[in-house]
């Protein structure tokens, strides 16, 4: 089944009112003049939603948020609710991305808990899994991210079709070393085998490979056939090679 690509921004905790402005303007930009071959969302700063919803409306990107609570509403000072987020138009949002797991202790089973909270309401997960450099030099890569994914499979049941998953490994996130097309295809198999041995209405969710990914490697990783897409630091920050990856969906 051929899927339809997906390349989501990850713009973690940068930006701002005047600088958002211009990097949208100029993707907007760039979308108009090529007409995407895939979905394009961007993941951003929980302050700016607002500011971004409104310059988004009517166009083709969507929106997303970087993390949420696993608690459906109360005294959780610092929060922000799945409600929330539904509420300013979200339709993805990143749970378990690595620097939550490492600097914020959100262990598999809170992943699971934030997914369950954002379906209930009708946001996309994309659940984030990947190994350290140690686990994969130990020979560990597909037990851990299948106890990862694992994880948020059992808790959610048949509604694991409606999740996204994304394969970062820690050690290419943010570093400049990419996984190569060979090493995420053969991570991304054995995700989507899981995903297809736990719910076969699961088999086809979407895959997507982060970790370093920019304008000159992201063809050769997005034409393996389990990679449905891209998850983008960095370069998702610069409109020019945002769009360049965009583009590169084109020939697929
Ligand atoms: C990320 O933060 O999800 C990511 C993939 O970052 P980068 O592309 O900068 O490695």
Sequence with gaps: MKRQKFIAGNW????????NAELLSAIGEGLRAQAPACRVAVAVP???????RQ???GGAIELGAQDVS?????AFTGETSAAMLAEFGVRHCLVGHSERRQYHGEADAVVA????????HGITPIVCVGETLGEREAGQTDAVV???LGAV???LGSDAARIAVAYEPVWAIGTGRTATPEQA???HAALRAQLAGAQPGAANVPLLYGGSMNAANAADLLAQPDIDGGLIGGAALKAPDFLKIIGSTHDL
Excluded at 12 to 19: D, H, P, R, T, Y
Excluded at 46 to 52: E, F, S
Excluded at 70 to 74: A, D, F, M, S, W
């Design 70 to 74: 696993r608690h459906e509403k109360g």
């Design 185 to 187: 295809q053969q991570v």
């Design 46 to 52: 929980m302050p700016y939603l607002a500011q971004v």
């Design 12 to 19: 973690k905790m940068n930006g701002g009112l005047q600088a």
């Design 146 to 148: 299948a106890r990862q």
């Design 113 to 120: 808990a934030k997914a369950q909270r954002l379906l209930v």
């Design 153 to 155: 499979l059992a808790l």
């Design 55 to 57: 310059l988004l409306a």
